[in-house]
């Protein structure tokens, strides 16, 4: 069977497949198991489907199903990526030409030294190769993709369960760097963590089960098709609601996000979190009150910036 009534969440109880029978969630297909599910034909049992518009989604709760997890990624972007299975091979994200491999795969260690020079990709950076034949489950990539492609996640299981995230945070202290000058407290430097959503499946930054005592407040992720990051605040009276160029309190499917940790610790994202969202990439929400949006655009290019006003006591 196809679910591909994207008007309609398909709920069901209980979801057995038989062996060499498979289920296939199309592209704007929304299954909820509430029950088990018994897969009987490995990865190719169920086909979680994408497009440039959408990918498919499946809320369950069953741990240690196999699937195949479908990815669109447009051509000549960075793309931000997490994983859904676990166990998927790093080549899964790789283009071999003329007998070379190359993965164009990245993932970001926070405890390098990166203070965001244009040079520092040829010095000290945060970017890192994957050194392991299988993507991790515990931080996101960057990847860049040559030519429009959907990419096909198999091998071991989905994940169920909420998923703890370990958070870096090193302070590099102040002092001058050469390259670029930069000779005060490098603050707005430290404590980047590039994790992802865990699920097959969009999850809610704003449900109230998610503890973000440890984090700023506020999501960003690259934007593939504008060249551009994109934000979600919620926490502070600063940042509630507040978006910039697009974010929202949505995170796609197999999307990876940046988050600034405000110390050592960890980040958990809870399957209560999980719900079913019709956008492959995160939608507009309305603005608070009280702000000024400043965009700039340039040869079919924009960026913007957002100023609050908010009035405080005086005493």
Not at 110 to 115: A, K
């Amino acid at each position: 069977p196809v679910i591909d009534d994207g008007a309609t969440i398909v709920t069901c109880n209980n979801l057995e497949i038989q062996s060499g029978a498979h289920i296939t969630i199309a592209s704007n297909g929304k299954l909820t198991v509430t029950s088990n599910i018994v897969n009987n034909s490995g990865p190719e049992g169920i086909i979680i489907e994408s497009d440039a518009v959408s990918t498919g989604s499946l809320i369950h709760s069953t741990f240690g199903i196999q699937a195949a997890c479908k990815r669109y990624l447009s051509n000549s972007n960075w793309h931000f990526v997490f994983t859904p299975l676990t166990d998927v091979p790093k080549d899964s994200l790789s283009l071999t030409l003329n007998g070379y491999t190359n993965p164009n795969l990245y993932w970001y260690n926070e405890t390098n030294e990166d203070y965001w020079d244009t040079e520092s990709v040829y010095g000290t950076t945060g970017w890192s190769n994957e050194a392991s034949n299988f993507l991790s489950t515990n931080n996101g990539y960057i990847h860049y993709s040559p030519e429009i492609r959907t990419y096909e996640f198999a091998g071991g299981n989905l994940l169920s369960s909420d998923k703890e995230f370990i958070l870096d945070y090193t302070d590099n202290g102040t002092g001058p760097v050469g390259m670029n000058g930069v000779s005060s407290d490098w603050d707005n430097f430290e404590g980047w963590n590039l994790i992802g959503n865990p699920y097959v499946s969009a999850f809610d930054w704003d449900h109230a089960g998610i503890d973000k005592s440890n984090i700023d407040d506020v999501i960003y992720y690259y934007d593939d098709q504008t060249d551009q990051y994109k934000y979600y605040g919620s926490g502070t009276v600063y940042n509630e609601g507040i978006t910039v160029n697009g974010g929202s309190r949505y995170v796609p499917a197999n999307q990876a996000f940046f988050v600034k940790a405000i110390g050592q610790g960890s980040f958990t994202i809870p399957n209560a979190a999980r719900v079913h969202n019709d956008q492959a990439f995160w939608k507009n929400t309305e603005d608070p009150k009280n702000i000024v949006r400043l965009q700039i655009e340039t040869d079919d290019y924009f960026d913007e910036t957002v100023i609050r006003g908010i009035k405080e006591s005086i005493l």
